[in-house]
């Protein structure tokens, strides 16, 4: 059970209801005049655009506080100023006009999502009651002006997806009001900006997908209400600064695709809020330790390792387990060694890949008995064995997945390296990893025995690859049930394709490569023979892609190849 939440007075809620009601009352009051130079100044904003800003008024309106995006508030009994301007998304083209400076009550100023171009001009940062300077989304370029740290009353800057570049100014001792600073893909250099150390209200920092480097050298120690860290995608280098322990608010760590190196710094185990932790593509070492830590973050539910502890063996004691893990990943390490039996422990797991990777062994008959979990990817390994029972009876794919307790879906868990190029590109499309479609991976061991015609039941189940293993059999008639199948290919098992339910709505190519497989009812594809002959070539292309050390499975096998495709099919 859960807490209900509590709720504390708020006071930028009151403080919004006080402007509107200024705001309102001005409007009755003051007939919606603003000051002389206030209108001015948005008319001068508003002809400098290549074409204007659609609805407000072209000609010669005084009353600017009733404009669309425009707030305004009563200073004294006679001065209505405008303190706001939310032009967000409203396809504005341009360049960032200087005239925007006069509208010297400015708190708040939201031009995100449109297509501003050029820099920002200077006389920008002449607005020093600037609250909120939302930039995000537009093609803005140059540096990042040093006067932003003029604007001591910041407390939000976004300038996002846009083209800046340069260093970061290292200008941020007096903004000491700053939470939430966020300059993510951009083409940023230089070193992280050490001043930012004196922001110690910081709850978001986000700088990911720039081109920073160095050392990870801020001051941890004062940033103890850090929710998130984003700084990954950079090329940040050394090692993961052990102070980070001390942002005991830190939910989200992402310090993926960088260079850091050396082991999970011990006293990591003391963040006890973090909920996503991505180390993923970096050069970090001694797997058996970053696990002995991270298994202390009780309240961990995502965790990716991937692209780290190259050649190292798979820890399999001195690991209890992650009692919240939802989510890991522990991809393209060349790990060797067993499927760990502390995964047992890790009850909440839900989608686990452990694919590229040189783990051996049959695959564990417990990787069924897990109540949450819908995504099981163990392809490009040297498992062995049969496939076990207890994966065609995966609760969650048999009966729908059941939610989380206490799930905060509201924080995006996105997935960079999950395994090969195109599932990097799929992370990216996927914020949660719930979004995932529901699949089993086996594809690329050495697996044997048939098909499990149980797989059939597996009515939530998007996904089946069972490819490049050393199956033997047909395909189960069970399998044409599954509402969610929709292709097979490259087979090489034997008899009849079953007729009807998905399989005849699948394509030629879906039967692929099948010496032994036939079909009365798919008259068109008659050349799955055919195809056959070009099963090398098929394969060392896919060597060349993969260039992993899975070369084993496909120059032992080729023999044996079950794909079983199952999209999203809404009916
Ligand atoms: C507004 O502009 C019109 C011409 O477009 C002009 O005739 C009128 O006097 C102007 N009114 C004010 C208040 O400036
Ligand atoms: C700016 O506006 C967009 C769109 O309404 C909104 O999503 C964003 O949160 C706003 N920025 C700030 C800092 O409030
Ligand atoms: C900051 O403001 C001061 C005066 O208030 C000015 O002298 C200084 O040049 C400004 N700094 C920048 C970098 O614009
Ligand atoms: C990273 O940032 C660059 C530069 O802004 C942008 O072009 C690119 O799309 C971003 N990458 C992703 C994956 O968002
Ligand atoms: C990663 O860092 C090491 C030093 O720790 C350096 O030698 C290497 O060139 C860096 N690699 C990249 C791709 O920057
Ligand atoms: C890994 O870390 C552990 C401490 O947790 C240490 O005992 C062991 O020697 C380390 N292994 C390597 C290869 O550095």
Redesign the pocket.
Same mark, same amino acid.
């Given at each position: 059970m859960r807490a209900s939440p509590t709720y504390p007075c708020n006071c930028s809620l009151l403080l919004l209801l006080f402007l509107f009601y200024l705001e309102t009352g001005a409007t009755n009051v003051h007939d919606q005049s603003c000051s002389p130079g206030d209108l001015r100044a948005l008319y001068a904003f508003a002809r400098s655009l290549d074409r204007g800003i659609r609805d407000w008024p072209a000609a010669n309106s005084t009353r600017c506080c009733g404009w669309p995006g425009v707030r305004c508030a009563l200073f004294s009994l006679s001065a209505v100023r405008v303190v706001g301007l #939310?032009l +967000?998304?409203k396809g504005l083209e341009g360049v960032l006009s200087p005239s925007l400076a006069g509208l010297d009550k400015l708190t708040?100023l939201?031009l +995100?999502?449109n297509s501003f171009r050029g820099s920002i001009p200077p006389e920008l940062l002449r607005l020093k009651l600037l609250e /909120?300077l #939302?930039l %995000?989304n537009n093609h803005l370029s140059g540096e990042l002006p040093p006067g932003i740290g003029n604007l001591s009353n910041l407390s %939000?800057l976004?300038v996002s997806s846009n083209g800046f570049t340069g260093n970061i100014p290292d200008v941020f001792h007096d903004l000491r009001k700053l939470e /939430?600073l966020s300059a993510k893909s951009n083409g940023f250099v230089g070193r992280l900006p050490t001043s930012l150390s004196s922001c110690s209200m910081l709850t978001v920092l986000d700088l990911w997908n720039n081109s920073l480097g160095g050392r990870i050298d801020l001051d941890f120690r004062r940033f103890d209400r850090l929710t998130t860290l984003n700084i990954g995608w950079n090329k940040l280098q050394g090692l993961i600064p052990e102070a980070l322990s001390s942002c005991r608010a830190l939910k989200i760590l992402n310090l993926s695709r960088n260079n850091l190196s050396g082991q999970v710094p011990e006293k990591l185990c003391r963040l006890g809020s973090i909920s996503f932790l991505n180390l993923d593509n970096n050069s970090l070492s001694n797997i058996s330790q970053a696990l002995g830590v991270l298994q202390e973050c009780h309240d961990l539910r995502v965790l990716d390792l991937s692209w780290n502890f190259q050649g190292e063996e798979m820890p399999t004691t001195g690991i209890r387990g992650f009692q919240s893990l939802q989510a890991m990943g522990i991809v393209n390490c060349a790990l060797t060694g067993l499927i760990p039996s502390w995964l047992r422990n890790c009850k909440e797991l839900s989608a686990l890949n452990l694919s590229w990777n040189c783990l051996t062994g049959e695959i564990p008959p417990w990787l069924g008995r897990f109540d949450h979990l819908f995504l099981l990817d163990l392809a490009n390994n040297s498992h062995y064995g049969e496939i076990p029972a207890s994966l065609a009876e995966l609760k969650s794919l048999m009966s729908g997945i059941p939610p989380h307790d206490g799930d905060d879906s509201s924080i995006e868990f996105p997935f960079y390296g999950w395994s090969s190029n195109q599932q990097i590109l799929d992370g990216l499309k996927y914020k949660h990893y719930t979004d995932f479609p529901p699949a089993v991976n086996l594809s690329y061991n050495r697996l044997t025995g048939s098909i499990l015609k149980e797989f059939g039941n597996l009515r939530y189940l998007h996904q089946l690859d069972l490819s490049r293993n050393n199956l033997s059999g047909s395909i189960p008639e069970e399998l044409s049930s599954m509402v969610n199948l929709e292709s097979v290919a490259f087979n090489h098992l034997r008899g009849l394709i079953p007729i009807g339910g998905q399989f005849s709505t699948f394509p030629c190519s879906s039967f692929e490569g099948n010496p032994g497989l036939y079909s009365d009812s798919l008259p068109f594809c008659e050349p799955v023979k055919a195809t056959y002959q070009k099963e090398g070539d098929v394969d060392e292309d896919k060597i060349a892609f993969i260039g992993l050390p899975f070369a084993i499975g496909v120059a032992s096998g080729f023999v044996f190849i079950v794909y079983v495709s199952m999209c999203c099919w809404q009916l």
């Open positions: #939310d +967000s998304g708040f939201n +995100s999502s /909120v #939302d %995000r %939000r976004v /939430v």
